[in-house]
């Protein structure tokens, strides 16, 4: 599957049955793991820990975890080809491998047992990319190139038919120079259009300009308003067969850019907002209410932040067992009330944010800037 916010929700939607979902997330970074047994031996002894987990259920369910570890045992060991994938995700019910997820960014160990798939490390992933599209342009090629989660990709090359000039030099004949740029044109046109159809297919969040300087201005003149909008920063100054290593390494940086200025912007608002209840919510019992209330708007959780907690008849949740009985009876127990607040601001489509440490979020393990 591809990490979407419309993928990660159909895994959250997943409809939940008497078994346990099995979900592996496997760091597979061969910069880290050169070889196969290195990642194979984390394998190992995440699989060894879940079995001792297993132990705590009943006999059918402990029954259908020790399938799944056997299944996903045995489709890393058995399908799994590495290539450049640098983070796993591997998701089994009752002893089947359902969903697979391969990405080329790194992705922490973890082996999680529970009545759905666990999502938070995809919507982690989801908040550190982002769909960049570079074109280098010039008068009669263009290059096409697409980056995300970590991989960059030839797209689309063109190569169009427009004259050259004399080997005396000059144009081919002065009266065909019309005949000339109306073909530039209509090859820049043509490398609008193709733009804006993967804008409509699929958001581009940056367009990177690049190529001879006048072509790239002009080029950016033809842009939609749509793609215009996204245009990031000035042209760059790159040859049309520039390497893709290189490419791939400038479009990350780029990423990276993105990233912070969103998070920047973003934790700005929650600061200005701090001390207006109805503009945000700081602290997990503010949170798990504003979540009750679906007014998440947006959703900042520090990494492994969690407490036990509950969740009522009517789908609320809580901190304590009598909070959640009174939403309605019977209450069950869950595991980590944190999660099931990203869930549920994954199913409302809230946009969720998640930092590696609290000193962001004013020593909140979680905050949330409200909507309505």
């Known amino acids: 599957?591809?990490?979407?916010?419309?993928?990660?929700?159909?895994?959250?939607?997943?409809?939940?049955?008497?078994?346990?979902?099995?979900?592996?997330?496997?760091?597979?970074?061969?910069?880290?793991?050169?070889?196969?047994?290195?990642?194979?031996?984390?394998?190992?002894?995440?699989?060894?820990?879940?079995?001792?987990?297993?132990?705590?259920?009943?006999?059918?369910?402990?029954?259908?975890?020790?399938?799944?570890?056997?299944?996903?045992?045995?489709?890393?060991?058995?399908?799994?080809?590495?290539?450049?994938?640098?983070?796993?995700?591997?998701?089994?019910?009752?002893?089947?491998?359902?969903?697979?997820?391969?990405?080329?960014?790194?992705v922490r160990n973890i082996l999680r047992i529970a009545d759905r798939p666990y999502v938070v490390p995809l919507q982690?992933?989801?908040?550190?990319?982002?769909?960049?599209?570079?074109?280098?342009?010039?008068?009669?090629?263009?290059?096409?190139?697409?980056?995300?989660?970590?991989?960059?990709?030839e797209y689309l090359s063109t190569n169009s038919a427009?004259?050259?000039?004399?080997?005396?030099?000059?144009?081919?004949?002065?009266?065909?120079?019309?005949?000339?740029?109306?073909?530039?044109?209509?090859?820049?046109?043509?490398?609008?259009?193709?733009l804006l159809r993967l804008h409509a297919d699929e958001r581009v969040d940056a367009l990177v300009l690049a190529g001879p300087h006048e072509e790239a201005v002009d080029f950016s003149k033809l842009l939609?308003?749509?793609?215009?909008?996204?245009?990031?920063?000035?042209?760059?100054?790159?040859?049309l067969h520039a390497a893709a290593g290189d490419l791939r390494d400038r479009l990350r940086d780029i990423e990276q850019e993105?990233?912070?200025?969103?998070?920047?912007e973003l934790l700005e608002r929650l600061a200005a907002a701090q001390g207006q209840a109805e503009r945000a919510a700081f602290g997990i019992r503010h949170v798990v209410e504003a979540v009750n209330a679906k007014r998440i708007g947006v959703l900042f959780v520090v990494e492994g932040a969690g407490v036990p907690g509950w969740r009522s008849a009517s789908g609320a949740l809580a901190l304590h067992e009598e909070e959640a009985a009174a939403y309605g009876t019977p209450v069950e127990q869950v595991d980590d009330v944190v999660d099931e607040v990203i869930e549920e601001?994954?199913?409302?489509?809230?946009?969720?944010?998640?930092?590696?440490?609290?000193?962001?979020?004013?020593?909140?393990?979680?905050?949330?800037?409200l909507r309505f």
């Open 1 to 106: 599957m591809d990490v979407t916010p419309a993928e990660i929700r159909k895994l959250v939607d997943r409809p939940a049955t008497d078994a346990c979902v099995t979900s592996l997330y496997l760091d597979t970074d061969g910069s880290r793991y050169p070889k196969a047994a290195d990642y194979l031996a984390r394998l190992d002894a995440l699989v060894r820990d879940a079995r001792h987990t297993a132990e705590r259920l009943d006999v059918k369910r402990r029954g259908g975890v020790h399938a799944d570890l056997e299944a996903i045992d045995d489709w890393v060991r058995g399908e799994f080809d590495r290539g450049d994938t640098r983070g796993l995700a591997v998701f089994s019910a009752q002893g089947e491998v359902f969903e697979q997820v391969r990405v080329a960014m790194s």
């Open 124 to 153: 982690a992933l989801l908040g550190r990319s982002h769909h960049v599209v570079l074109v280098i342009i010039e008068r009669d090629r263009a290059r096409i190139l697409r980056y995300h989660l970590g991989r960059a990709w």
């Open 162 to 194: 427009v004259h050259g000039q004399h080997e005396k030099g000059g144009w081919s004949q002065a009266r065909f120079q019309r005949n000339i740029d109306h073909s530039v044109l209509l090859h820049k046109k043509d490398t609008a259009e193709i």
């Open 224 to 239: 939609h308003p749509y793609l215009r909008e996204v245009q990031h920063g000035d042209p760059l100054s790159l040859p």
């Open 258 to 264: 993105l990233v912070s200025t969103r998070r920047r």
């Open 345 to 369: 601001a994954v199913r409302a489509d809230a946009q969720v944010e998640l930092f590696r440490d609290g000193a962001r979020l004013h020593g909140h393990p979680v905050a949330a800037l």
